[in-house]
């Protein structure tokens, strides 16, 4: 079975460029997240969908990021402009239903450093 | 205070040894527990879920919570060098569409 799939897994970009990032959740599933991590912060949520509308955005820096699903099967982070602080891992996860029993699953990762 | 703390280690133990992981939480609200494992450059993938308090057995896993001590932890008996990741606990209050409190996580390596 596909997993979760996120592309590009490495972006490096200046500071000021737009970077967007994007995201196939799992077939079906209807609940699909963002989230960063850091070394000093950890996993952190950004933003999270259900049935493709934005359920809780408040992790999100509204003034740089924005978070769209336009369908069930993409979604995409963008960061414009971006800073060097924007630099971690940023991974997408989705999962069936927001049962604990019902885990997130979660992509690779995109790896993104802002110079 | 960070609502889930947990002790990012490293910790290094010989193969076959008995791993501890631990978090504290200071959100009494938070009922269900989880503990997920993430290999270097790979995504979390879900260990073990627990609700509420008490203990739950997977193989060579135990899950632990102590919710009166507001405390969770993770056992691994019998460790291998496949164990070796990065271990990081969630908890969640599910109060309708709560998400998920994650640790920093605890880095883990069995040498063999």
């Known amino acids: 079975d596909a997993g979760v799939i996120q592309s590009p897994r490495h972006e490096v970009t200046e500071m000021g460029q737009e970077v967007t990032l994007r995201c196939k959740p799992i077939?079906?599933?209807?609940?699909l997240f963002w989230y960063r991590q850091t070394m000093m912060q950890g996993l952190e949520l950004l933003v999270y969908?259900?049935?493709?509308?934005?359920?809780?955005d408040s992790g999100m820096p509204k003034d740089r990021f924005s978070a769209k699903m336009p369908n069930a099967s993409f979604s995409t982070l963008k960061i414009q402009p971006s800073e060097p602080r924007d630099s971690a891992v940023y991974f997408c996860?989705?999962?069936?239903?927001?049962?604990?029993?019902?885990?997130?699953?979660f992509g690779d990762g995109t790896r993104l450093s802002i110079l | 205070q960070k609502e889930v703390e947990q002790d990012p280690g490293p910790l290094s133990v010989p193969e076959g040894a008995i791993v501890s992981l631990n978090c504290t939480y200071s959100?009494?609200?938070?009922?269900?527990f989880m503990w997920y494992r993430q290999y270097s450059r790979k995504g979390p993938e879900l260990l073990m879920y627990?609700?509420?308090?008490g203990n739950k057995e997977d193989g060579r896993f135990t899950a632990q919570v102590d919710k009166s001590s507001k405390y969770i932890s993770l056992f691994i008996r019998d460790s291998q060098p496949s164990d070796s990741a990065t271990y990081l606990c969630?908890?969640?209050?599910?109060?309708?569409?709560?998400?998920?409190?994650f640790g920093k996580g605890t880095r883990l390596s069995v040498i063999a």
């Open positions: 996860a989705s999962s069936f239903g927001f049962l604990m029993d019902q885990p997130q699953h």
């Open positions: 077939s079906g599933h209807d609940y």
């Open positions: 969908f259900n049935n493709k509308a934005v359920m809780d």
């Open positions: 959100n009494s609200a938070f009922q269900y």
């Open positions: 627990t609700y509420s308090s």
């Open positions: 969630a908890m969640s209050a599910w109060s309708g569409n709560t998400p998920l409190v």
